[in-house]
C-alpha cells in the first residue's frame, strides 16, 4: 500500500530544508568569522539550525525544544559584542 503524503509533512519538509541550508551558510560563515578571532555566535547558531531543520524535516517532535532553548541561550552573544 502507498504511503500518502498531507499537505503538513511537505511543508515540514521544506522548511527543515530551508532551515539547514540557512545553517550551512550561516555556520560555515561563523566558522570563518571565528577563525578570524570574532565572535563565536554564528558557529554554533548554524549548527542549531541544521540539527533542528533535519529533525523537522523527519517529523521529530523534539526540533521545537532544540531552537526554543538555544535561542534564549544564545542572545547575550550579539548584546555582549554590540557595545
Excluded at 499537505?7 to 522548511?15: G, K, P, S, T
Excluded at 530551508?18 to 560555515?28: D, E, K, P, Q, S
Aim: proline share 5%; charged share 5%.
Amino acid at each position: 500500500m502507498a504511503q500518502t503524503y498531507r499537505a503538513a509533512d511537505w511543508a515540514a519538509l521544506v522548511l527543515g530544508i530551508v532551515m539547514v541550508l540557512i545553517g550551512l551558510v550561516l555556520g560555515a560563515g561563523g566558522a570563518w568569522l571565528l577563525w578570524l578571532g570574532g565572535s563565536f555566535y554564528y558557529l554554533p547558531s548554524g549548527i542549531v539550525l541544521i540539527v533542528s531543520g533535519v529533525l523537522l524535516a523527519r517529523r521529530r517532535v523534539d526540533a521545537q525544544p532544540v531552537l526554543m532553548w538555544t535561542i534564549p541561550g544564545f542572545s547575550g552573544t550579539p548584546a555582549q559584542h554590540s557595545g
